[in-house]
Structure formats: C-alpha cells, structure tokens
C-alpha cells in the first residue's frame, strides 16, 4: 500500500510539474506577443543604433587620443579618462568595429538596429527587415575593401582589419588593376541590386506619321502623293503579312489608315495548346473567327517529325479564361438629406470620411501569369499517368486561377469515375505538387475536374477586390470581399445572408488574412451608424490594431475600460 501512495503521488506531481511548465510557456508566448514588450524592445534597438551612432562619430576626431589607452580592461578600470563622448565604453566599441572590424562601413550596423526598432516600436513593417539584413551582409565588406583601397597610406583605419586584409589579398592574386576592376564591378552590381536603375538606350526612329500630321504637310507644299510614298508612311504594325488560323499566310491590305494602332499577337506554333487572351482594350487587326468559340482558342499544333503510336498526344488542351474586371472608382459619398426627409442617423455623422484606396497596397496589374510550357507538361503528365492505368480521355481543358489551376477531363465512353478518383496520389506524384484535389464529376458539368497548384501564383491584393465593380454597386447588406474563385472572378458575397460563419484551418492556411479581409470591407462600404463591431480577442494579437477605431464602429460594454473584450470568462 506504501509503494502504491508514493506511485500515486509521484504521478499528481509529474502532472502538476507538467501543467506548471505549460503555463509557463503560455505565460513566455503571451509576454513575447504583447505589445507593450515590442514598444520596449523597439526603443531598445533604437537606443543601441543612437549611442552606436554617436560612439563612431566621436570616434572620427578623438581616436589618435584614445588609440594607447585601448585594452580589454578598460570597460572594468575607473581611472582611464579618454576622449570619446560615450567614454570608455563608445572608446572600446567604436574600436572593436572600427579599427578591428570594417572601418567607417560599420555604420551599417547602427541602419540594421534602427529599422529594426521602428518596425517593433510602431508594431508594423516601416521598413523591410530581411532587406536591410542583405545589404548589411553585402555592403560591410564591399565598403571596407573599397575604403581601405581608396585611402591606401591613410593612417585612421578607414576600411578597418576586414578590408586591409582583404585589399591585401586581392592585391597578390590579382594585382592591383584586376582588384579595381573588382570593386567596379561589385559597386555596380550592388547599385542595380539596390536602387534597379533603368539603362534605356535611345530608339532609332522609325518612319511615321499620323495622318493629321501628313495632312499638314500636303497642305503646305501641295504636293500629290504616290501609292507607293503612302506605303512608306503606314505604321509597321499594320503592313506585312499575318498567319491565319490554319497556318497560311494572309495578306494583309495596303490601306492608307496610319490612325490605326492594332497590337501584334504572337502566336506560338510549337505548342498544341494555345492561352486564350486576356480582354483588350482595342480589337486586333486580323481576327480568326474561324477558331473562336465562346471564349476558347485553340490553334492545332504543326507537323511534328514522325513518332511511336504510343508517344502521339493528339489531345489537345483548351484554356479557358475570364476576363477581370476591375475598375478604379471611388468609394460612393453619403448622401445628405434635406428636412423634408425623415430622420437619418448618418446625419449625426456627416464630416465622416469613408477611407480611400489609395491606403491599400497596389500590387501593379496583377494578371495571371501562364505559362504555356507548365500547361503542356501538366497536361501530358495527366494524361500519360491515366494511359498507363488503361484510361483514355476525349477531351481536357484548362482554366487558370490565381493559385490553383482547374484541369477538366472527359472520359472515354465506359469509364468508371471511381477509377479517376482513386488514381489522386498518383497524379500528384507525378506532377511534382504538393497535392492536387480531384472534383469527380464537377457539379452541373459533365467533366471530372483536377486542381493543380500553380508553379508561380498570382498576387490577389485587397484594393482590386474593393475597386471592383462588383463591390462598388452591390446591394447586399454586410458585403466581405473574399478573394477570388478559380476562373479569376472576384469572390464577393452578403454576410448577412450567412446563418453562421466558422473560419478555421492550420498554422499559415490565411485564417487572420481572411478576417482581417471581412472587417476592412465592412469598413469601406458602411457608415459608423450602419455598423458596429464587437470584437473578442483573447490572445490579444490578432484585433489590437482595431482600437483605433472604437469611436466609431466598436460597442463596448458598460463598465468596461477597454472596447477589444480581452477575457477569457
């Protein structure tokens, strides 16, 4: 009975030493995740970045004072006086980074610390951390070695230990000639890595003009032009021959119309498939017609040179694609009301502002990037990989999506779907995804659909959600601005609608992303009397950045001191 009470309580203890280290390190991570401890941590590194600043800058003109007095003692002796403004201790740093490190470029480091604490101090990205950090790794030795070869003889160490040493050894490998065409080169390649600078060379000029232009002209001298001197004023774009869909030639007409400004498309006739392309804003100049079908193209491959039966993929793939439509269009105002009118609560708020666009990022034009060779390959994969378990297909398309690209399949006549369904893993394994989902058949068609993740995905940004069209002039009640579907269509429904909302997944699946998604477009289309939020956040991380707002569009509860319920209880 003894061994069995001591077991016993052996056990309660393991277990309350266990339930003691959990809540410490949930006690760790909500300290780690306050953001009073960034505030702290940010003034910190800005505090190291001054005093850094300050500990090189005096050193520049008290460092032949101080140079004999350097020891590793002098941090711990109370009767070395010295020049420098921090005293012993900026005496001691300023040596360790200057005279026996990179010289003058160790004022990089006092950048790295000072983005470092803006960045925690304001709780969001001022500058980029990562970026810094490489031009930190770069910049350190390219200066010093630029430094020391520059003021060769100098007597303050300008390029420090790091860069004497490296002139030296650049100097007894490749001379002193091959070491200057080094750094030039490094210089350069650090500055186009850095700053992207445009070398545009001068165009030739090219024989147009606009018909305006030559009308003035005619009218001057009153001189009759040929056929021929028209010809030489037609805009390139619009003269030479164009292939038509079957791969002949078609002439093009020598019509006088240098108004005209068509975009010339090129078509790749090495491919059997064939993108169909996004909307255009002006038609182009030789149109197939004979090849368009509701939206899809599709151009048959050329004479290949012969192969084996088993190698032939007559199949073609068909890519479907929607066009975007997003317009840039302000946000509608709040109409004022008259006195005659009844009673309207936005009019206790009239100065209100909406919020503008223009506080998004934009993330240029954000077209879906295709890549007919990824196409091909998967579309070859796909069908080798069923021709191997004795299932053949009709037809297959493809519709690209900002991430996932939806391949649809017709089976053969007498193929079982369950078959196509079981094979998922071993279609995955042999595109090289990460997983591929497999829709079997896609509701209201009747194909067998497979998702595959792009190589290359599309960035979906929330201000051509909110610019759209679409959000613009709805007439839901509560409009949230997902993301968008496959087909490249943006995804905006009516949270009122919804009887509930569950969002969950894993760690880095977007659950913040898409919350963050549904609080913003709420905040652009309603007015703080349409609307008001109660927000619970017990982790204290994810809706801290809304407190900026609790005059406006946060219901707080009586008593309570701050809108954002933070209690567990």
Not at 516 to 525: E, T
């Amino acid at each position: 009975m003894a061994t069995k009470v001591k077991s016993a309580k052996s056990k309660v203890s393991v277990k309350e030493t266990l339930k003691s280290e959990r809540e410490e390190k949930v006690a760790v991570k909500q300290l780690l995740k306050d953001e009073r401890t960034h505030k702290i941590a940010g003034t910190l590194f800005l505090l190291i970045a001054f005093l850094l600043f300050i500990a090189f800058s005096s050193y520049l003109f008290t460092w032949d004072e101080d140079q004999d007095k350097f020891s590793y003692q002098m941090l711990l002796a109370n009767d070395i006086k010295v020049e420098n403004m921090l005293g012993t201790f900026g005496a001691f740093i300023a040596e360790i980074f200057i005279r026996h490190g990179f010289g003058i470029a160790s004022y990089l480091i006092c950048t790295f610390f000072f983005v470092c604490g803006v960045n925690l101090f304001f709780g969001k990205k001022v500058f980029s951390v990562k970026r810094n950090l490489k031009y930190l790794l770069v910049g350190l030795p390219l200066l010093s070695i630029i430094a020391s070869v520059i003021m060769k003889g100098s007597i303050f160490p300008f390029g420090g230990f790091a860069g004497d040493n490296s002139r030296d050894w650049l100097y007894n490998r490749i001379g002193q000639v091959g070491t200057l065409a080094v750094l030039a080169v490094s210089v350069l390649v650090y500055v186009i890595w850095r700053f992207n600078p445009s070398f545009n060379v001068p165009a030739k000029k090219t024989l147009e003009a606009s018909e305006e232009e030559l009308a003035d002209d005619m009218a001057e001298t009153n001189v009759a032009v040929s056929a021929e001197e028209k010809e030489a004023f037609v805009p390139l774009e619009i003269r030479g021959n164009k292939m038509n869909g079957d791969g002949s030639m078609m002439q093009v007409p020598d019509q006088f119309n240098p108004a005209l400004n068509h975009d010339i498309q090129m078509v790749e006739r090495d491919l059997s498939l064939v993108i169909a392309p996004t909307k255009k804003e002006e038609p182009p100049l030789a149109p197939i017609p004979e090849q368009v079908d509701n939206g899809i193209i599709s151009i048959p491959a050329v004479n290949r040179p012969a192969k084996k039966q088993d190698d032939l993929l007559p199949i073609e793939l068909e890519i479907k694609s929607v066009p975007e439509k997003s317009h840039e269009e302000p946000v509608a105002a709040v109409k004022h009301q008259t006195l005659d009118t009844p009673y309207d609560p936005i009019l206790d708020l009239r100065d209100y502002k909406y919020p503008k666009l223009e506080l998004l990022e934009a993330h240029g034009s954000e077209k879906i990037v295709q890549d007919p060779n990824e196409l091909e390959t998967n579309k070859n994969q796909i069908i080798n990989t069923l021709k191997n378990y004795d299932i053949q297909i009709q037809k297959i398309s493809a519709t690209v999506g900002p991430t996932v690209t939806l391949y649809e399949i017709i089976p053969a006549a007498g193929v079982r779907i369950s078959r196509i369904k079981n094979l998922e893993d071993d279609i995955a394994l042999s595109l090289a995804a990460l997983g591929i989902r497999i829709i079997a058949p896609i509701p209201g068609k009747g194909t067998i659909g497979i998702e595959v993740p792009n190589a290359k995905k599309t960035i979906v940004s929330m201000r051509t959600l909110l610019s759209s069209e679409k959000f613009q002039h709805n007439t839901f009640s509560l409009p949230i601005a997902i993301g968008k579907k496959i087909d490249n269509e943006n995804f905006i429904v009516d949270l009122a609608s919804m009887p509930h909302l569950l969002m969950a997944g894993a760690t880095g699946q977007g659950k913040s992303v898409g919350l963050n998604a549904i609080l913003v477009s709420l905040l652009y289309k309603k007015h703080p009397s349409q609307l008001k939020f109660v927000l619970v956040d017990p982790k204290k991380v994810e809706l801290s950045i809304y407190k900026t707002i609790e005059k406006h569009f946060l219901a707080k509860l009586p008593g309570e001191e701050d809108a954002i319920i933070t209690e567990t209880k």
